[in-house]
């Protein structure tokens, strides 16, 4: 990392005391000349636009965040390594220090001056702002300034800030407590989560926030998104913001990287000057308009913001009038810095974690060295007191508190539903959720809409969503492509489900091959723990949920190999909680078509819905497609007028296909069954907490389409047979007489009969499991020849029939 000498000579003077006051740094903060120059171009610009009546109160206010933002260096220090603070900065003892101290110490002071920054100017422009940070593991930094400026949600207030509320905040940090039902018993946690005040995104996986902000604000909001070196540096489709930046449908976005230089276990690339330069001019070449400066100056982060903010509006203005094509300019933000910087050990890999040498605790060298460090970064209280009031001003500005800031607080309207007429006849599923996204998207102008699309859209049956919507791009080539398109395509499923996770204001829609959304995945699971953790707390996120479709799916898509061929991405999705994560496996246009108001009517949930792009027959008509909707399952057919049935479950649209063939040889010698079709496997089972149990069927509406009575159960599902029966043991409650076909990891360049018969689970093997429990021989329902396909002996085209 380079030394950032060049940021450091003699400053300009003023004959202002207000900014010589400034200029003179406080503790570990300094200003460099060019920072200088650009606080008074800003100061005169603020009074000038009215913003702040003189020079001198933009120069006391910036005097003000020196002293926060070295309060908050302290703190953070402090909730690393103490189970207490001493507000009148006399030396801890021994027995103060934690035992085991904590934290991700060098990136939260990084973070300090920059979010501290961010609510300075703020204050400065009279405008909260949004904020994201991608690297939540630097929370401490956000937590330490929230709780200093008061800026909190309830449960943090009632905690943080009474008279020994510091000292609470230092213990709380990682101290691993529990409520007796095991969840956290501290309002704190070690990333961004749901009780950090105006926190959005957790950041525990790096590189999602780069793909997301572009499409988070709407026009005429403003959001800083705090980056990280290292995601930046590695994490495909960050450099792709220009392509998708428009005035017309996107809010002002600021992006600042933090350019510490370091990972956790070794320099980053950016960490050389030679690396900087270089990104430097990648960020250049993809569009961006890159600004390197003194990321320790929190006056610094203030100038490059506010200039970046005009910029990237007028250049927007520009190009929404026509006087210039898209893609506009981006302005991006480089703090550069040192890992840890304002404490012991900046710069080095242990300023990652744990800075000091050894514990304080034990150590009495450690011990000196924290007291020696964070005497140079304590505030008075008075005196921060004081700076705190001049930069919370909110209530005089007539603006909401940072914790409220506009991406925080998005709830949409309830979107209006389209009418669309069921069908009959064979047709694909997939032209169900083309027919209504386009008519929602019609129905609902003002909310915004964003299609992610990793490629092949046409393909997979999403024909009208593309003529209508069309590819975003800057340079249209066809009918199908618009500058101001709608859809996000990019051979990047993490880039283009990013797209559609940001837009949570408005209407959204993601379809892939099955196959490929395993790469979704990361940023989807992050979501969804997000939004679970928000309910847990009482505040329940409100954006409108919506699908991520895996079709081209992996019964039907033999035709390109086994990499092809995988049903992890439904089966990881039913593993998280219900109450966010639905799974529903429609079998037809109608089933599809009923299902989609209610994804679209909830609120803070992602549904995996695995369609058939394939025609498929419609096997049920609008009245039983609702009930399919509203219970989850539905029985099919049955034939019980000779004994006990067998139990029939399927789970898939090929599935129920190939149980339907084998109820016709069941009812042809008399034998007894129950056909029910689980389109949405989740709801039956054993709910893990109080939320779930809410998306749950109850124990009586379970019995209605599951009775107990029926031991003998086959189900035949789209999954693999041990995960579905895994989520679903109470649905086989003698296991003993129980069977579950699903896929066994069995593929190639096969039909879809050719893939079910592989997998064993095509009508025939369905039938030899029936015999299976019901302790009868196969042959009663098989032919000799089909009995030899099934066990392996003979030819598979007699089951198979030729069918693709």
């Not at 926060?68 to 900065?89: E, F, P």
């Not at 599923?429 to 609902?444: E, K, S, Y």
């Amino acid at each position: 990392m380079p030394t950032l000498s060049h940021l450091r000579s003699a400053a300009p003077t003023s004959g202002c005391p207000d900014f010589e006051l400034w200029r003179h740094g406080y503790g570990a903060i300094q200003h460099s000349p060019t920072t200088c120059t650009s606080v008074k171009a800003m100061a005169d610009q603020l009074v000038a636009d009215g913003q702040q009546p003189d020079t001198a109160t933009v120069f006391r206010k910036l005097c003000a965040l020196d002293r926060l933002t070295s309060a908050g260096l302290w703190l953070v220090a402090h909730m690393t390594y103490a189970n207490r603070v001493n507000i009148t900065g006399q030396p801890l003892k021994a027995r103060d220090f934690k035992k085991h101290p904590e934290g991700h110490t060098g990136g939260a002071l990084n973070m300090v001056p920059a979010y501290a920054a961010y609510l300075a100017l703020n204050n400065l422009t009279g405008e909260t702002r949004s904020w994201l940070m991608g690297q939540g593991h630097c929370v401490a930094a956000i937590d330490a300034l929230n709780v200093l400026t008061g800026n909190l949600h309830p449960e943090q207030l009632d905690r943080y800030q009474g008279p020994e509320g510091l000292s609470v905040l230092a213990s709380d940090f990682y101290s691993y407590r529990q409520r007796p039902d095991g969840g956290m018993a501290t309002p704190l946690g070690s990333h961004v989560n749901a009780h950090t005040a105006g926190g959005i995104i957790e950041g525990g996986y790096l590189g999602f926030a780069e793909l997301q902000y572009a499409h988070m604000p709407l026009p005429g909001e403003s959001l800083v998104a705090f980056l990280s070196d290292g995601a930046a540096e590695e994490q495909r489709g960050s450099d792709w913001i220009p392509r998708w930046w428009r005035a017309e449908d996107c809010g002002t976005v600021l992006p600042i990287m933090i350019a510490n230089g370091r990972r956790i276990e070794q320099r980053t690339e950016l960490g050389t000057q030679a690396g900087l330069e270089r990104f430097e001019e990648h960020l250049s070449d993809r569009g961006f308009a890159p600004v390197r400066f003194d990321g320790r100056d929190p006056a610094a982060f203030v100038c490059v913001l506010y200039e970046m903010e005009k910029t990237l509006t007028e250049n927007g203005r520009q190009a929404a009038n026509g006087e210039q094509p898209y893609p506009v300019k981006v302005p991006f933000g480089i703090a550069e810095t040192l890992k840890g910087f304002g404490f012991y050990g900046a710069g080095s890999n242990a300023a990652h974690n744990l800075p000091l040498p050894g514990n304080p605790r034990m150590d009495t060298k450690a011990r000196k060295l924290f007291q020696t460090h964070a005497d140079r970064l304590w505030v008075a209280p008075d005196e921060l007191a004081g700076c705190i009031h001049q930069l919370n001003e909110h209530a005089d500005q007539q603006r909401p508190l940072e914790r409220d800031h506009a991406l925080a607080m998005r709830n949409p309207p309830e979107p209006v539903m389209p009418e669309i007429p069921q069908v009959s006849g064979t047709c694909s599923p997939m032209q169900a959720v083309d027919d209504f996204f386009i008519a929602l998207v019609t129905a609902n102008p003002d909310l915004r809409a964003r299609v992610g699309n990793p490629d092949e859209l046409a393909s997979n049956r999403l024909n009208g969503i593309l003529a209508q919507l069309k590819h975003r791009v800057n340079d249209p080539e066809s009918n199908e492509e618009s500058v101001h398109g709608k859809v996000i395509t990019a051979l990047n499923e993490e880039a283009v489900v990013s797209a559609c996770l940001g837009n949570k204001a408005g209407l959204n829609l993601v379809a892939s091959y099955e196959a490929f959304c395993v790469k979704m995945l990361g940023a989807i699971r992050q979501e969804l723990i997000f939004s679970r953790h928000q309910r847990e707390v009482g505040r329940p996120a409100r954006w409108l949920g919506f699908p991520v479709i895996a079709t081209s799916h992996t019964w039907e898509n033999g035709k390109n190999e086994q990499s092809h061929q995988d049903t992890t991405f439904c089966e990881a999705l039913l593993s998280e909680m219900n109450d966010v994560s639905r799974v529903v496996f429609p079998a037809d246009y109608n089933s599809a078509l009923a299902v989609l108001p209610g994804i679209y009517q909830g609120r803070g949930t992602l549904t995996c819905m695995v369609v058939p792009k394939r025609e498929r027959p419609c096997v049920f008509n609008e009245t039983e497609a609702q009930a399919l909707a509203r219970n989850g399952a539905l029985v099919v057919d049955e034939d019980t007028s000779n004994g006990e049935p067998v139990l029939l479950i399927a789970n898939g649209a090929y599935q129920l296909s190939e149980l339907i063939h084998a109820c016709e040889r069941l009812r042809d010698t008399g034998t007894p069954f129950r056909l029910v079709y689980l389109q949405e496997p989740a709801r039956f089972r054993q709910p893990r907490d109080v939320h779930e149990a809410a998306a749950c069927l109850s124990e009586f509406e379970r019995e209605r389409l599951f009775p107990f009575r029926l031991h003998r159960r086959v189900a035949l599902t789209h999954m693999r047979p041990e995960v579905f029966r895994g989520h679903l043991h109470p649905l086989f409650p003698e296991p003993r007489q129980s069977r579950a076909l699903g896929y066994i990891n069995h593929g190639g360049t096969l039909n879809e009969a050719g893939m079910l018969f592989a997998n064993r689970c095509s009508w025939a093997h369905a039938l030899a499991a029936c015999a299976s429990v019901m302790e009868r021989p196969p042959g009663e329902w098989l032919s000799s020849a089909e009995l030899a396909a099934v066990e392996g002996r003979g030819d598979p085209s007699v089951i198979t029939g030729g069918r693709g």
